[in-house]
């Protein structure tokens, strides 16, 4: 069994499951000035969102690092040091 997708933790889920914690995490504008493209800014919707990421490579990556992010900063809230 490979090791590689253990600390994905974008591995077995969706696309669309990720933009819509994003956009409730940071909302849309927030979301657009992270990332700037046009679905975020103007009249945004999850269903136009994941049409144009679908499409668009680039712009699909910037919103799995984000949530990567995310994500690393929810686990570390979820598993405080202990003192």
Known sequence: MSSTQTN???H???LERMLTL???HYGWPALAQRI???CF???PS???S???LRRTPWAREKVELLYQQYHRRQQGKAHPAED
């Open 22 to 24: 994003l956009v409730e």
């Open 46 to 48: 999850i269903k136009s």
């Open 12 to 14: 077995g889920v969706t």
């Open 50 to 52: 994941l049409t144009f």
């Open 36 to 38: 700037p493209i046009r």
């Open 41 to 43: 800014q103007s009249d």
């Open 8 to 10: 994905n933790p974008g």
